[in-house]
């Protein structure tokens, strides 16, 4: 029914950049907030950065001043500019936004996730 599909991830020197990507379809009414998890190997998924509808952004301490979220709201799409990037940000990126389905009178919110993509970093 919705669907998040993310691109962007790769392989990155430290100190590189790297631009995700995550595009939303479906049978959509609403996108609100959107953000970006990340999980790394032996460790429990943990929010990087979110985004309201309305372009209020919010970030993990870890990853603040390198990375800056963005949407395209006629796009349905979330972006995440990861710069300066370091070995302890390599990790599977996760896409997550909470969509409202349904129609006018009847209104159905909830969250959906992507199939992750990952970030590798190394020299």
């Known amino acids: 029914q919705v669907q998040l599909v993310e691109s962007g991830g790769g392989l990155v020197q430290p100190g590189g950049s790297l631009r995700l990507s995550c595009a939303a379809s479906g049978t959509i009414l609403k996108i609100n907030a959107m953000g970006w998890y990340r999980q790394a190997p032996g460790k429990q998924r943990e929010l990087v950065a979110t985004?309201?509808?309305?372009?209020?952004?919010n970030y993990a301490d870890s990853v603040k001043g390198r990375f800056t979220i963005s949407r395209d709201n006629a796009e349905s799409t979330v972006y995440m500019q990861m710069n300066g990037l370091k070995p302890d940000d390599a990790a599977v990126y996760y896409c997550n936004a909470d969509v409202s389905t349904g129609s006018s009178t009847f209104v159905f919110t909830q969250t959906y996730w992507g199939q992750g993509t990952q970030v590798t970093v190394s020299s």
């Open positions: 985004i309201t509808s309305g372009g209020r952004a």
